[in-house]
């Protein structure tokens, strides 16, 4: 299966670490990576199976949600720093003190 992503294409199957360096898989992708059929694929995702992020009319599998599907031990969660509204308003009122 030739798959082409952004200016690249990958003859053959893909591997996990080639996955690794992308943010999402098309369906079809995932397909090859789970070793199973596209029709699989979709009553997998439908059936919520696999996890899916939609985008407008697009159906794309988070990479990291795939790789802890697979049991991948090296996928570590995504900790985001989290500001409440004061910390937000205060940073605003500083740089709006500051002339910013």
Do not use: C, F, H, W
């Not at 080639?18 to 090859?32: D, F, G, N, Y």
């Not at 985001?80 to 004061?86: E, H, M, Y």
Request: charged share 25%; aromatic share 2%; net charge positive.
């Amino acid at each position: 299966m030739k798959t082409t992503y952004g200016e690249s294409q990958i003859d053959g199957p893909l591997t996990v670490d080639e996955i690794r360096t992308r943010p999402t898989l098309s369906v079809e992708e995932a397909a090859q990576v789970l070793g199973i059929g596209r029709t699989t694929a979709y009553a997998a995702v439908k059936s919520g199976q696999v996890p899916t992020i939609r985008l407008g009319r697009r159906v794309r599998v988070p990479v990291r949600a795939l790789l802890r599907l697979l049991g991948d031990d090296d996928v570590q969660p995504t900790v985001l720093p989290v500001q409440t509204a004061g910390q937000i308003d205060a940073e605003a009122l500083g740089r709006a003190s500051n002339g910013r």
